[in-house]
């Protein structure tokens, strides 16, 4: 285990910064509330540019949203345009909230009659979904987790919880504990495992209004922790991405994602 995980970690030096591609993201309207209940209203979309609507609306058929109990909330008002989704949350119970999509899929590229195709799909989709005569199969595992946390009243744990699968962060701190000037711990895993000498991006949001992108790279320590220094105030993207093992055996290798939308408040 621990030999795939530092492979994966040396993969991750060759991978794409999140500056040349799409960013996925869950926006909500605040994450941190006060009273007896609340609404937030999220917007879902992949961009170019961060929390601003300029490519395609995210689907909202594979988003969850946890309650601090551990129980599973409808979204309300749903709606999707062409460049980005919408829906209501109403929180009722003080703790706090995970708004999450994401899962595990297979990408193959293969040649048929001499020429590349590709196909997607889950892996009992797989022997079915290519066709007779395809040569050169290669087969890839892909994992991706996109998040967000709202709170309601005094911040709870329960949520925070990671789930062992995939590339994920457990936030030591809080994510709705962030504020501007202070520094936050987090620890990223891969499949329940710490994964160390990984890159971790932190962009805030804004960027379409910057001359720089003001992305901030940290690398994670032997135990997986790492740290971020958030400067000012507002919404920040964190991304991680990884490539290893694949733990599929339809598999021969591993691309994994993370990605959360954090709110950074003024002292």
Do not use: C
Request: aromatic residues 8%; without cysteine.
């Amino acid at each position: 285990m621990r030999r795939s995980l530092l492979a994966a970690a040396a993969l991750l030096a060759a991978l794409p910064t999140a500056a040349s591609a799409h960013r996925a993201w869950l926006l909500p309207s605040a994450t941190v509330l006060s009273g007896d209940e609340a609404w937030v209203t999220v917007d879902a979309a992949i961009g170019n540019e961060l929390f601003y609507f300029d490519h395609v609306a995210m689907g909202l058929d594979g988003v969850t949203v946890t309650g601090p109990g551990g129980e599973a909330l409808p979204l309300a008002n749903e709606s999707r345009g062409k460049l980005r989704s919408t829906f209501d949350l109403q929180l009722t119970e003080d703790g706090t909230y995970k708004i999450a999509t994401g899962g595990s899929g297979l990408f193959a590229f293969y040649e048929l009659d001499g020429e590349g195709r590709r196909w997607r799909g889950t892996p009992e989709e797989l022997e079915s979904g290519l066709p007779d005569g395809a040569q050169n199969v290669r087969v890839t595992q892909s994992d991706r987790r996109t998040e967000t946390f709202v709170t309601l009243g005094a911040p709870s744990e329960g949520v925070l919880a990671p789930a062992g699968k995939g590339l994920e962060v457990d936030y030591i701190t809080h994510p709705n504990d962030l504020f501007s000037g202070e520094t936050a711990t987090f620890r990223l895993l891969m499949d329940g495992q710490p994964m160390a000498g990984a890159e971790v991006s932190v962009i805030p949001g804004g960027n379409r209004y910057r001359d720089m992108l003001g992305e901030e790279t940290v690398t994670t320590a032997e135990d997986g922790t790492f740290e971020i220094a958030f400067g000012e105030p507002g919404m920040y993207w964190l991304n991680a991405e990884a490539e290893g093992e694949a733990s599929l055996p339809q598999a021969q290798s591993r691309r994994a994602s993370y990605a959360a939308t954090l709110e950074v408040l003024p002292q």
